[in-house]
Antibody
Framework: QITLKESGPTLVKPTQTLTLTCTFS??????????VGWIRQPPGKALEWLAL???????RYSPSLKSRLTITEDTSKNQVVLTMTNMDPVDTATYYC????????????WGQGTLVTVSS | DIQMTQSPSSVSASVGDRVTITCQAS??????LAWYQQKPGKAPKLLIY???SLQSGVPSRFSGSGSGTDFTLTISSLQSEDFATYHC?????????FGQGTKLEI
């Protein structure tokens, strides 16, 4: 059974850096064909894809946020970390991590999400 | 970037109804499309992948069709637990993108 859970601060100040951790179980990010992605959803708005890291360490980013995002993995801890610099109130959203690979390049298992509010 | 446009933005229906939601891509994406269901305060759940493949455990009343730029999600006979928001997502090319969502209401 695949599970993922996001953790990190619920409140950050403008200009600060956000660090979110996705801790997962039920799969290995070393297995060929597996990836973990980050997606966010501002309150009442659409889902927005942010970043993806593959089993072979290939990394992809949303072009509109690429300069602010870094996605890394700690295979020994079964964790994927997303950092986003220079946070702004428009970045207030629920941030999800999700597994990809069981059904092709789609997000077949999701974490519960974590709401991050950006406010001074 | 590929833009995904869903219609309608919201739809009212009743238990037992047949409902169809459409998703249009701004350029061809072959069959690289998924549908997700999201209930309030919950994470999205994968329903359909590769445009028409039913994810394991998803009831057969859900079906998907289409290729290229035009796709549909059909719920053949609505159940009470199906009232939720539905999202499409393209996985043809980066950046991945989602539609704006369709809220299915009673």
């Amino acid at each position: 059974q695949i599970t993922l859970k996001e953790s990190g601060p619920t409140l950050v100040k403008p200009t600060q850096t956000l660090t979110l951790t996705c801790t997962f179980s039920g799969f290995s990010l070393s297995t060929s064909g597996v990836a973990v992605g980050w997606i966010r959803q501002p309150p009442g708005k659409a889902l927005e894809w942010l970043a993806l890291i593959y089993w072979d360490d290939d990394r992809r980013y949303s072009p509109s946020l690429k300069s602010r995002l870094t996605i890394t993995e700690d295979t020994s801890k079964n964790q994927v970390v997303l950092t986003m610099t220079n946070m702004d109130p428009v970045d207030t959203a629920t941030y999800y991590c999700a597994h990809s690979g069981s059904s092709g390049w789609y997000f077949d298992s999701w974490g519960q999400g974590t709401l991050v509010t950006v406010s001074s | 970037d590929i833009q995904m446009t869903q219609s309608p933005s919201s739809v009212s229906a009743s238990v037992g109804d047949r409902v169809t939601i459409t998703c249009q891509a701004s350029q061809g994406i072959s069959s690289w499309l998924a549908w997700y269901q999201q209930k309030p305060g919950k994470a999205p759940k994968l329903l359909i992948y590769a445009a028409s493949s039913l994810q394991s455990g998803v009831p057969s009343r859900f079906s998907g069709s289409g290729s290229g730029t035009d796709f549909t999600l059909t719920i053949s006979s609505l159940q009470s637990e199906d009232f939720a928001t539905y999202h499409c997502q393209q996985a043809n090319s980066f950046p991945y993108s989602f539609g704006q969502g369709t809220k299915l209401e009673i």
